[in-house]
């Protein structure tokens, strides 16, 4: 219903199209009636539209965004960083702790074992493993070679049943320590011998595992045959060493002999004169 | 809403929201920070406010924001509402225009902004001002009125 209070609102309508042909007729009766509100319509005009200023805008978006996953990503970025750093560092220390560095007597496979066999004897090789894989290493070995001819071998995988030999190289064999006074020292598993360099024969050098020994084809003490000990007691220098501590008692037990035999000789024992001497 | 429509509110609506509030309170300071709270608000409401309707909470927030902010201002500093334009340059009528906007009551002002700079419908506009869609009409109504009269009266003197 059109009043005095909302025929403000019906003539906005009225000059914006917005009013139904029963709500025109109506107006026109209340203006009819009121014709004061007649000269409003005239003083109305539709064209006059505010225009906004582009020109004017809001600077400072960005302040009022919200990156909470930006941040969040970023900050996930940062710390897997540092996490990713303190395990690798972590990784480093317990792996020095834990992982001893290998060494001949660690490495189990893949040996290389060279020999140069001078004699028809069964070769002298020896690994640098422990004892019951030496043992069983010896045990798994071919005959190299039974000729004169420089013979090389590789042994691979000791825990093959079968081991695989194929020729390789020249046997390069040189003193592993130079002392003073012309002698030379050789290491055989952990073994140490040792001899005059000018005693030196290359090509009688056997050299097992990076180690060192002489292959003594002369040896024949049949005490000696024990395989696991033929690097060793093949050992020229070691059979050398023996030799002399052998000669040595010999020259010590004749000269106690001497002596001996000296005193009964020389002495006449009478038990109440030492008793004085004694005395 | 989401954050990204959040954001997408900021970059669609700041602008005519900003332009809003100065036109309004003729000082964009003031404007910035009535928009800073605004959104601010909205953020806090980001689950209640469907991102359809996010545009007219934004005026509505920042028209009551700043509706609070000059009845402070003017009980704290005894500012009057209304400000008389001394300016003497008309360049265009838009200028013309802008000083007549100056001379009319807070309302009508709103209403009239509200209807020509951002379009809304006077239902929409009723919603935002707190006021039914017959009281809109006529506030723009006697809006457009004054206008004329305040253009008229300057066409006179010069």
């Known amino acids: ?279 | 809403m989401t954050e990204k429509e959040y954001n997408l509110c900021i970059n669609n609506y700041s602008d005519s929201a900003f332009r809003f509030l100065v036109k309004n309170i003729k000082d964009s300071d003031t404007a910035k920070d009535i928009l800073q709270e605004t959104f601010t608000k909205l953020w806090e409401k980001k689950e209640d406010v469907e991102f359809g309707k996010a545009k007219s909470y934004i005026f509505t927030s920042a028209y009551h924001t700043m509706i609070n902010n000059i009845k402070y201002n003017s009980l704290k500093f005894n500012i009057p509402q209304t400000q008389t334009i001394t300016s003497n340059s008309y360049n265009d009528i838009n200028e013309v225009l802008n000083e007549a906007l100056e001379q009319l009551p807070q309302i009508q002002k709103a209403s009239i902004l509200l209807r020509d700079y951002e379009g809304y419908s006077y239902n929409e506009i009723g919603d935002i001002l707190n006021l039914s869609q017959e009281q809109v009409k006529i506030n723009i109504f006697r809006a457009r009125v004054k206008l004329k009269e305040y253009i008229v009266t300057i066409d006179n003197v010069l």
């Open chain 1, 1 to 279: 219903m059109i009043t005095k209070e909302n025929i403000e609102a019906y003539l906005l309508d009225l000059l914006e199209g917005n009013l139904s042909s029963e709500e025109i007729k109506d107006l026109e009766a209340f203006l009819k009636e009121n014709p004061r509100y007649k000269e409003m319509i005239s003083l109305y005009d539709s064209s006059l539209v505010l225009m906004a200023d582009k020109k004017v805008k809001f600077e400072d978006k960005e302040s009022l965004k919200r990156n909470n996953k930006t941040k969040a990503f970023y900050s996930y970025i940062k710390y897997s960083f540092v996490a990713v750093a303190a395990c690798f560092i972590l990784f480093i220390f317990v792996s020095k702790l834990f992982i001893k560095p290998l060494d001949n007597t660690t490495i189990k496979t893949y040996d290389k074992v060279m020999v140069q066999n001078t004699s028809n004897s069964s070769s002298s090789i020896l690994s640098s493993q422990s004892k019951a894989d030496k043992e069983n290493t010896v045990k798994k070995q071919k005959p190299i070679s039974k000729n004169n001819t420089k013979t090389l071998a590789k042994v691979e995988k000791p825990q093959e049943k079968e081991i695989p030999l194929e020729l390789k190289e020249e046997v390069k064999s040189e003193p592993k320590i130079l002392l003073s006074n012309n002698m030379v020292v050789y290491e055989v598993d952990n073994l140490i011998a040792y001899t005059q360099e000018e005693e030196l024969n290359e090509k009688e050098i056997i050299e097992v595992d990076n180690l060192v020994a002489y292959n003594d084809t002369q040896t024949t003490n049949p005490l000696l045959s024990n395989s696991l000990l033929s690097p060793l007691i093949n050992n020229k220098y070691v059979y050398q060493l023996r030799h002399n501590l052998e000669s040595t008692i010999e020259k010590t037990q004749n000269r106690v002999n001497y002596a001996l035999s000296f005193i009964q000789d020389n002495i006449k024992y009478n038990p109440f004169e030492f008793t004085i001497a004694k005395k």
